[in-house]
């Protein structure tokens, strides 16, 4: 199995052969790939479980429908791996970018994430790109050898989207590609696009459960009118929720062959022999220009009528006003942090209240704020 899983993968696909390899070494896995590893260790790890309780648009207590941190993680890796296969890049490293890429939010979306990066300015602020590389480069504990999860460059190079350039000297070889303008592998650029994907559209399926967006103003949508009226034209009496799921499928299915078929032109173009030669090429994952314009007119849509919706920005208040009460209250007394956050305060500094805020989920922080403020709580 081991063997002939190299066989599918092309030239400029990052391998197990072309691997960068690990920051501490390990033996090479048996009956797995290094990517099959480093994705079986995100699984396994304490803030992947935490993605099940942490939100972006709708906060957890609000529905048990609503797509949540995990769910949106393994859509972007279903997206992701599917369009792998077909361009003949590494599925496995792919997945383990899509699965780990959140690993570093807050609790509450980003409300959550300005929030913090506001308490934390004079620190150095707060970055959940970098916080998720945190979380598997030094957070967690799970291995007697090292913190951390040890991961792959090539995942770690994923996971680290983009960084404020001030930022890069710090982080050696994986910070280099943003000083010198290289692109991370296509399978880091592929994961990109596939959470792109993912969130547009479930965020429509969302929005239209949570009755904060219409069928009515959707349908001034490009996208989305001309795939809602192809499933009414073949289904004249589909309505409701299997209306909404045809659409919402049709599009994902676009978005992901126009993908598909753009990027395989552009690597042709480019012809790149190896995924370092990749780096120092343009970007070659992308929409056609049709398509990505289309997608833009759906993300201008969902931000003023989802995200700027007077009641997701009531949350999106109530939010922000959690996170930063509980971050001036930590940094006023340290002494008021769990036992386990003040040893860790002696080590890191208010990076370790930083840490302790965007490890918690929603109910966690909300629970945490009752605790410290209610009388009757403890
Ligand atoms: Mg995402």
Do not use: W
């Amino acid at each position: 199995m081991h063997n002939t899983m190299h066989n599918r993968l092309a030239p400029y696909a990052v391998s197990d052969t072309n691997s960068r390899g690990r920051r501490i070494h390990e033996d090479f896995p048996t009956g797995r790939s290094q990517f099959q590893r480093d994705r079986d260790r995100i699984i396994h790890s304490t803030a992947f479980r935490r993605l099940e309780y942490k939100t972006q648009v709708f906060v957890n207590h609000e529905g048990d429908l609503f797509r949540t941190r995990l769910t949106h993680s393994l859509e972007v890796a279903q997206i992701g791996r599917s369009i792998a296969r077909n361009l003949g890049l590494n599925e496995e490293l792919v997945e383990a970018i899509a699965l780990s890429h959140d690993l570093g939010h807050t609790p509450f979306g980003h409300a959550g994430q300005d929030a913090l990066n506001n308490c934390m300015k004079a620190y150095g602020g707060f970055e959940h790109n970098l916080q998720s590389l945190r979380v598997v480069d030094v957070l967690e504990e799970h291995y007697a050898a090292f913190n951390g999860l040890n991961l792959c460059f090539e995942t770690r190079e994923g996971i680290l989207k983009r960084i404020p350039k001030s930022r890069a000297p710090e982080l050696g070889e994986l910070g280099m590609r943003f000083l010198h303008g290289h692109n991370p592998s296509l399978e880091a650029q592929l994961a990109n696009l596939a959470d792109e994907i993912a969130y547009n559209n479930h965020d429509v399926d969302d929005g239209l459960r949570s009755g904060l967006i219409t069928l009515a103003q959707l349908e001034e949508i490009e996208i989305f009118a001309r795939h809602l009226h192809h499933v009414k034209q073949h289904y004249p009496d589909i309505a409701g929720r299997r209306l909404i799921h045809e659409t919402v499928r049709g599009m994902i299915n676009t978005l992901a062959t126009d993908l598909t078929g753009q990027s395989i032109t552009r690597i042709r173009s480019a012809a790149p022999d190896s995924p370092d030669s990749v780096r120092e090429k343009p970007v070659l994952i992308g929409f056609s220009d049709a398509i990505k314009q289309q997608q833009q007119e759906l993300k201008r849509f969902l931000h003023s009528n989802l995200y700027r919706h007077y009641q997701v920005k009531r949350m999106s208040n109530k939010a922000r006003h959690t996170v930063e009460k509980l971050f001036a209250t930590f940094e006023t007394d340290p002494a008021l942090l769990p036992s386990e956050y003040q040893h860790k305060f002696q080590e890191y500094g208010y990076q370790a209240i930083a840490d302790y805020i965007a490890g918690m989920t929603d109910r966690y922080a909300i629970k945490e704020y009752q605790r410290l403020f209610a009388i009757t709580e403890n």
